[in-house]
């Protein structure tokens, strides 16, 4: 069984060959199991690169990609997903020695019992309080808007297995929802508690401004899981309760002006007339993300959700 490390890092260099010596110790004496450890070198711009390309001239286990520019978590982690084409089992750490290796073979074991995708729980967070408290708040919205019950999705320490990471696809903040993504097309989720480790190295690559966007990317995935394959229940369901309630209020007025009733300067003439087309139009967008669909189905994802083949 080959289990690949994908370890995204920017301006690590102190913790890196710690945390490969980390990794490297808990195979010791299980031979049934091959790994490999991939770094992903997010423009770094300290010794990070020099560090690993020595351990990669070190230990042939060892791989790395090196970007020319800072591209974010989200788009190391698709790259080195990219790149795991013989992987059993993936599993992503961060590089500044938070999570612990000890814990590898706990999510090893949670895949081994079944389990599709392994989260990580932080759940005594060595982390100042100002980086606590919103996260906590984070992952409780999160939860609430996907309905995928998890305490700490901003853990990168999480297990794989291979068919998870071929099926997503993630950009901006998207690392953060993969459960999420990974829970639309029917893989099987769990979630550990995990030790983590106060920073040693370093400082944080984050500050509040990732809240934001997260929320925003939120937003993106929870209309992605629950409406990706029936946009029209969304922009339908909108698009008919505008057109009713344009239609209630354009034949009230009707019955007023029979009745020689003014309505030609009611502000409620208007909203009645831009409800009728606004709901015209959302409907009109379901059509269309339907037609979409439709044409790009067996191509695009159906394969995603075949859990066995003979």
């Known amino acids: 069984m080959l289990v690949t490390f994908v370890i995204p890092c920017l301006n690590e260099d102190e913790s890196l060959r710690p945390l490969y010596t980390g990794i490297v110790e808990q195979f010791n004496g299980k031979d049934e199991y091959r790994y490999e450890i991939m770094f992903i070198d997010d423009g770094s711009t300290d010794g990070s690169l020099s560090t690993i390309k020595q351990l990669a001239k070190d230990d042939s286990a060892v791989r790395y990609i090196s970007f020319r520019k800072n591209m974010g978590k989200a788009i190391a982690l698709q790259t080195g997903f990219n790149k795991c084409t013989n ?105 550990i508690t995990v030790k983590h480790n106060k920073r040693q190295f370093g400082k944080s690559k984050y500050g509040w401004e990732r809240y934001f966007r997260g929320l925003l990317d939120a937003i993106s995935v929870t209309f992605i899981s629950r409406f990706y394959h029936r946009p029209m229940y969304l922009f339908g369901k909108l698009g008919l309760t505008a057109f009713l309630m344009g239609t209630l209020i354009c034949v009230f007025l009707f019955v007023q002006w029979l009745a020689e009733i003014r309505i030609g300067d009611r502000p409620l003439l208007l909203l009645g007339v831009l409800l009728i087309i606004f709901g015209a139009q959302l409907v009109s967008t379901g059509l269309i993300c339907n037609l979409v669909i439709e044409s790009n189905f067996k191509s695009n994802y159906s394969e995603n959700y075949i859990k066995e083949e003979s």
């Open 87 to 191: 992987s059993d089992i993936i599993i992503t750490m961060d590089a500044d020695l938070q999570d612990d290796p000890s814990e590898i073979f706990n999510f090893i074991g949670k895949i081994e019992e079944g389990y599709d995708l392994v989260s990580g729980w932080k759940y005594n967070r060595l982390d100042p309080l100002e980086k606590r408290l919103p996260s906590k708040l984070f992952n409780k919205t999160i939860s609430m808007l996907s309905g995928v019950k998890l305490h700490d999705f901003n853990c990168g320490f999480k297990a794989y297995r291979a068919e998870v990471v071929r099926s997503v696809n993630i950009y901006g903040e998207l690392h953060r929802f993969i459960p999420v993504l990974a829970n639309r097309s029917g893989f099987k989720i769990a979630e």
